[in-house]
């Protein structure tokens, strides 16, 4: 009954260092996405995958790239950090739009933080 | 793109009293989903109620009711018989045919003892 598990749920980087956030979902689910939650601007769409094999850029893909490896994982990238990338991420994941209710499951979140 | 807006960024309410939260949003859309989702301490986002714009009927779920202004482009939640274990952030999410789902930036509600 995992859900969504997003690893690791804590992590402090230095600026210049990279890093890979790892999501994982275990109901079969099409739709998969990475927000960034920051005080005072609720959740915002970081980059999200239709299918398997395809990804969209969302409101703020800026330093992020993303890979949907297969149906079940999507990791986010974070190639060289910067301290504005300071936040708390969130996977999310989602059956085929038109199908049951169009809600998101979230993972619990990724606290990051960049020195 | 669409755009959802809480214009409340802190309520508080006593225990046991009604108190509800405000949403606005802009789209050209004629179906699509609207959602309420609680966010304790504990940031795990939690599902609180959903409604699709084609119903004109207002969801309820348990103490937890909308009014949904279509026309308007209104989606208000009441929390009736308010608890503590209510307290939390809510946020309004509206979720379109291109299936990303776009969040406002939150109302932090407390309650008072």
């Known amino acids: 009954n995992a859900g969504v598990t997003q690893t690791p749920k804590f992590q402090v980087l230095k600026t210049g260092q990279s890093m890979t956030l790892q999501c994982a979902q275990d109901?079969?689910?099409?739709?998969m996405y990475w927000y960034r939650q920051d005080p005072g601007m609720g959740l915002r769409l970081i980059y999200y995958?239709?299918?398997?094999?395809?990804?969209d850029k969302g409101e703020v893909p800026n330093g992020y790239n993303v890979s949907r490896l297969n149906k079940r994982e999507f990791s986010l990238r974070l190639e060289s950090a910067a301290p504005s990338q300071t936040s708390v991420y969130f996977c999310?994941?989602?059956?085929?739009?038109?199908?049951?209710?169009?809600?998101?499951?979230f993972g619990e979140g990724s606290r990051l933080t960049v020195l | 793109a669409q755009t959802v807006t809480q214009s409340q960024p802190e309520m508080s309410v006593q225990e046991a009293e009604t108190v509800t939260l405000s949403c606005t949003y802009d789209?050209?859309?004629?179906?699509?989903?609207l959602f309420w989702y609680k966010q304790p301490p504990s940031r795990q986002m939690i599902l609180v109620i959903r409604?699709?714009?084609?119903?004109?009927q207002n969801a309820t779920e348990n103490r937890f009711s909308v009014n949904f202004q279509k026309a308007a482009k209104s989606f208000s939640l009441k929390i009736s018989d308010s608890q503590l274990g209510d307290a939390a952030m809510y946020f309004c999410?509206?979720?379109?045919?291109?299936?990303?789902?776009?969040f406002g930036t939150g109302t932090r509600l407390t309650i008072i003892p």
């Open positions: 999310a994941s989602s059956p085929p739009w038109g199908r049951n209710t169009g809600e998101l499951f």
């Open positions: 109901m079969n689910h099409n739709s």
């Open positions: 995958s239709a299918s398997e094999g395809t990804t």
């Open positions: 789209t050209s859309e004629s179906d699509y989903y």
């Open positions: 409604q699709e714009a084609y119903k004109q």
């Open positions: 999410a509206y979720k379109g045919g291109n299936e990303k789902l776009t």
